[in-house]
């Protein structure tokens, strides 16, 4: 009976890899825990194990080919004749998983660089005419930016765990510890209270810390340090004792990671003075804001995506991008309703808003970027133009940047309102495991452009 | 400070003492303190001190003087947890488990060695995410762990927690928890709150090389020291913390020498062989139980696979990995303690075979048993209607 070998997930967020390399080949015998093959990901290689004993029979893909989609069959084990071991999951798996393998690398290849999605959001104007653009990811956005404010000044490094050997748990410092070395990528131990502790000290004695957290959910550790410690010195020692310092890292729900790993505390830093918070959605955001960030004199929280990521986006270049803390940008121009959002939720919003172009409804879509201080005045005119507006988050509703905004409207905006601001956020519950469930609790376009037909009466 | 109920190094603590029962550990209170020592006196007490008498109770006796049927129990349990998790690895790679994925591989003698020793359903056992192999030690039904992986209705979480988030009361197994180091003071509230009942029970608080360096952990020790809490804490030493080897993360390699400062007994266990593991826990337990306050143990093992399911394995040799498996895997070991007794090869298989059936049905019964309802995203939020 032959087995069917399929491309494995390798992370929860992997939709299709590289057959690097073979290391079994036709007529090979296996046994469970051999090696057959290296499999790379956007963000690292691994290896592929047997799990089953028997014979490769066919070798399906061959190695190098790239964009091999998740649960393609690559391979053919004839397992042994008395061993009945029974491995139903493979073969009640239904037929959609056999997608076509492509053997062409060159065309796969080309394929690949193509965004995920064209919700690339405008360009910010300030630029001179004729800035070239450069396709980059998110990941290699934060990482660039890093490694340029680290190159133009010595004062700043960066700590974390698995930031150095490893490379980063999410490959976002990838190569800088061959640049910089062991003395200014450090990697440490899992002790986040601790570290982010000695951060905080070592930016108060004169240095530019980049302290990454391996997600934020484990900030929660050290959130004592980040609050009463970081936020609040300048001020209780009247302007003396200044905390430079950045911390850093994926925020916010990932992919069935679960409650304790799944949620977004940008409205938890934004409520406390003395600190700045920012999270960006796309490449050139990411990039320019972390360069503006580890150069502010301030404490910043810089929230990423992890979902993020992986995504293309136009880059300029520019020796020296650095965009403003504190401004908000509008990513799509429209004239019905504004759709307010942050991070991940701008691509939502941005999905939305073309959803509703073609249902007659031209909404304009913000990204807050800064989430303290907020660019009050920039959502301020936007409501002024459209008079309608919907705010979308990737998190819990109640207490949420959302309120925020809505009672920001309120109190300034009030005479602009043709509706009720309505907010779309995740539901109210702890983040679930189960796919349907999560899916359910978290936000998407189409609850965004419901709540926006809502708001426009049409 | 220094207690006249103290054992001398050269007796072995854990057969004392006598005049505690479980049931009342606080009795251990109304033994005299003995006088402050003096500087010299105190070099003498350092000699005396209980910290290695643990450890010299186990070198003295490593092994566990298991019955055929207990050894092929042990067998099974372990046997259970490869091929459970080795089918949970396969139904990852296909698309059915989805987010964190941490296997047990490797580590099975600990978990079984270990549990087997205590009384289930009575004791408390609360862990990390790498949390399966726990869990089927505990006896808990490998279809509902299954069912909750793959995040289905009939999951021991209702499909609301996952692979890390899995909890029985019923068995007194408390966890499944995400957060590294988290589950230390919560096993010491557990140990806390069986010393408050007084119910005799113990809480067995297992945690990784990496989690050890985490401050709440040293804040534990503490008061389960003071306290003289009901616990054993577990420290499973797989060489690894996701891609960092132990002497990368850690100034004391020694985990077993880590409560020292606290005064908590230390020992250094090897946990590839599910009779020294099994022995161990018989020393720590008995200790534990007489109302001495915690021990710390430290399992030296291995994981064979990635940290989680995405993991590049770029920190260590696939020789490394092999030698593990090759000459130190704890359930070849006991196969071949098996048929050194004399049990037979069909008796073995026997075993493997019924294995493969129970973990193929309960993936079976993972895969087909439906999502959770909808509704269930609204439940258990909070207990009570405000
Ligand atoms: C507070 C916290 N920090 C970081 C993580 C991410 N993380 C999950 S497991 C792990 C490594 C833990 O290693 P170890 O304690 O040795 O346990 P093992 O995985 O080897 O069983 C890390 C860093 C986390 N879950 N929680
Ligand atoms: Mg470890």
Partial sequence: ?458 | MAKSARPSAAKPVAAKPANQTAAKPRASRAAKPAAEPTIASSVAEEAAFALRSLQQAHANHKRYDASDEELLKFYEQMVLIRRFEEKAGQLYGLGLIGGFCHLYIGQEAVAVGLQSALDEGHDSVITGYRDHGHMLAYGIDPKVIMAELTGRGAGISHGKGGSMHMFSTEHKFYGGHGIVGAQVPLGAGLAFAHKYRGDGGVCMAYFGDGASNQGQVYETFNMAALWKLPIIFVVENNGYAMGTAVKRGSAETHFYRRGTAFRIPGMDVNGMDVLEVRQAAEVALEYVRAGNGPVLMELKTYRYRGHSMSDPAKYRSREEVQDMRDNHDPIEGAKAELLKRGVTEEKIKEIDKRIRQTVAESADFAETSPEPEMAELYTDVLVETY
């Avoid at chain 1, 004592?224 to 911390?247: E, L, W």
């Avoid at chain 1, 941005?350 to 990204?367: C, F, Q, T, Y």
């Fill in chain 1, 1 to 458: 009976m032959a087995i069917e070998l399929k491309m494995p997930a390798l992370s929860p967020t992997m939709e299709e890899g590289t057959l690097a390399k073979w290391l079994v080949k036709a007529g090979d015998e296996v046994k469970s825990g051999d090696i057959l093959a290296e499999i790379e990901t956007d963000k690292a290689t691994m290896e592929f194990e047997a799990v089953d004993e028997g014979v490769i029979g066919e070798i399906l893909v061959v190695e190098g080919t790239e964009g091999v989609k998740v649960g393609a069959v690559i391979a053919t084990i004839n397992g042994e004749a008395d061993d009945a071991s029974p491995t139903p999951a493979i073969e009640k798996k239904p037929a959609e998983d056999a997608a076509p393998v492509v053997q062409d690398v060159k065309a796969k290849a080309a394929a690949a660089i193509t965004p995920k999605s064209d919700l690339k959001p405008a360009v910010d104007p300030e630029l001179p005419a004729g800035t070239a653009m450069v396709p980059t990811t998110v990941r290699e956005a934060l990482r660039d930016a890093m490694a340029e404010e680290m190159r133009a000044d010595s004062r700043v490094f960066v700590m974390g765990e698995e930031v150095a050997e490893y490379q980063g748990a999410y490959k976002v410092t990838q190569g800088l510890l061959d640049e910089f070395g062991p003395d200014r990528v450090i990697d440490t131990p899992i002790t986040e209270y601790g570290f982010a502790g000695i951060g905080t000290g070592a930016a108060m004695g004169g240095l530019r810390p980049i302290i990454e957290f391996m997600t934020f959910n484990f900030a929660m550790q050290a959130i004592d340090h980040i609050i009463n410690s970081a936020a609040k010195t300048n001020y209780m020692s009247g302007g003396q004792m200044r905390c430079p310092i950045v911390f850093r890292g994926p925020n916010g729900a990932a992919s069935r990671v679960g409650a304790q790993h799944s949620q977004n505390y940008g409205p938890w830093y934004a409520s406390v003075p003395g600190l700045v918070v920012i999270a960006p959605y796309d490449a050139a955001d990411a990039k320019g804001l972390l360069r503006a960030a580890i150069r502010s004199e301030d404490p910043v929280v810089f929230l990423e995506n992890e979902l993020v990521y992986g995504r293309t986006f136009d880059v300029p270049k520019l020796d020296d991008f650095v965009l403003p803390i504190g401004k908000a940008r509008i990513v799509r121009e429209g004239k019905d309703v504004t759709i307010v959002s942050y991070s991940i939720g701008v691509g939502f919003a941005l999905e939305a808003a073309s959803k509703l172009a073609e249902e007659g409804i031209d909404a304009e879509v913000i990204d807050l970027r800064t989430l303290r201080p907020l660019d009050t005045a920039t959502v301020l005119a936007s409501l002024a133009k459209t008079n309608r507006m919907v705010v979308a988050e990737e998190g819990f509703p109640i207490c949420s940047i959302a309120s925020e905004i809505i009672t920001v409207a309120m109190e300034q905006g009030f005479d602009h309102l043709d509706a009720p601001v309505l907010r779309v956020c995740n539901e109210d519950v702890p983040l679930p495991y189960a796919a349907n469930l999560e899916q359910a609790a978290l936000i998407n376009a189409d609850k965004i452009a419901a709540a926006v037909h809502q708001v426009c009466y049409r």
